[in-house]
């Protein structure tokens, strides 16, 4: 179970291991968020109830069932992969902390997906880095209108991913948890190598895969970020201010001319 986190690569991760998934068949059983997929619902879900778990804790159960009567017995290794498992993350709906209904959900996965037991990989990267780039997620996608130091200050308090792998190494013992650091990823064409050594393939059987361009799901430049927050405070409904969000990230360099106007 590659359980997060968001802004740690998973979007690279699951174009990648969607393009080579027919090379890896023969060895893993692969389930990423593919649009229509359990594994897309599942994500969703687990945000869900990581916000209002008295809400949609009959739904994840349900779905958790699903998951576990939908998996092969044959010998390969199941990867499920979806960075919503961890929860909501800072940003949305007044999240401070990190992840603080991971512990439920994981919890729940143990009791439903029984008789398996599942490994779970978490993606860290360097705390500052990460909220920055988690502040700017949360203004593009989840209407987030603080300014970056509001969010720096009510995150300041946030715990640590030591304190964070080590709730979960006690849960579940330290053989069924693995955290594994973005920064350690040497191969940005093939995101996940760390994971995937971890499912049993070598570096070898890695670099005979297809690689992926780019990267994926990147922050907005300064002044799209700007205009998204101030956009954020007026309170647009849902569909309208979704329109607007697409036409900001598709059209960033106008913001950009806009931003070196000003500094000129």
């Known amino acids: 179970m590659h359980i997060g986190a968001q ?22 059983d692969i389930r990423v968020p593919v649009k229509g997929s359990i594994t897309r ?10 916000l209002k778990p008295e809400t949609h804790e009959d739904d994840l159960k349900d779905l958790i069932c699903t998951v576990r009567d939908d998996l092969t017995s044959d010998d390969r290794v199941c990867i499920i992969s979806h960075e919503n498992i961890c929860g909501a993350m800072m940003g949305r709906a007044g999240v401070t902390d990190l992840y603080p209904a991971l512990p439920k959900i994981i919890a729940l996965f143990e009791q439903n997906l029984a008789p398996y037991s599942p490994e779970y990989v978490f993606y860290t990267r360097e705390m500052q880095s990460w909220k920055s780039s988690v502040y ?9 209108a603080g300014t970056r130091d509001e969010f720096l200050e009510q995150t300041r308090a946030s715990k640590r991913w030591i304190e964070l792998q080590h709730d979960l190494e006690a849960r579940l013992g330290k053989d069924r948890v693995r955290f594994f ?26 670099d005979t895969l297809q690689p992926v361009a780019g990267r994926s799901n990147q922050s907005l430049n300064d002044g799209s970020l700007e205009f998204m927050r ?17 036409l900001v990230k598709n059209n960033q360099t106008l913001f950009a001319a806009e931003e070196t106007a000003r500094k000129l």
């Open 181 to 206: 650091a973005l920064e350690d990823e040497q191969t940005p064409d093939r995101p996940g190598r760390q994971l995937l050594r971890f499912a049993g393939l070598t570096d070898a059987d890695i």
């Open 136 to 144: 700017n997620q949360a203004v593009k996608s989840d209407s987030y």
């Open 41 to 50: 619902e599942l994500g969703r879900t687990c945000a869900h109830y990581s």
């Open 230 to 246: 101030q956009l954020n405070a007026l309170g647009l409904a849902r569909p309208a201010r979704r329109q607007v969000a697409e």
């Open 7 to 28: 802004k740690t690569g998973s979007t690279s991760l699951h174009h990648f291991l969607s393009r080579n998934q027919d090379a890896l068949a023969a060895r893993l």
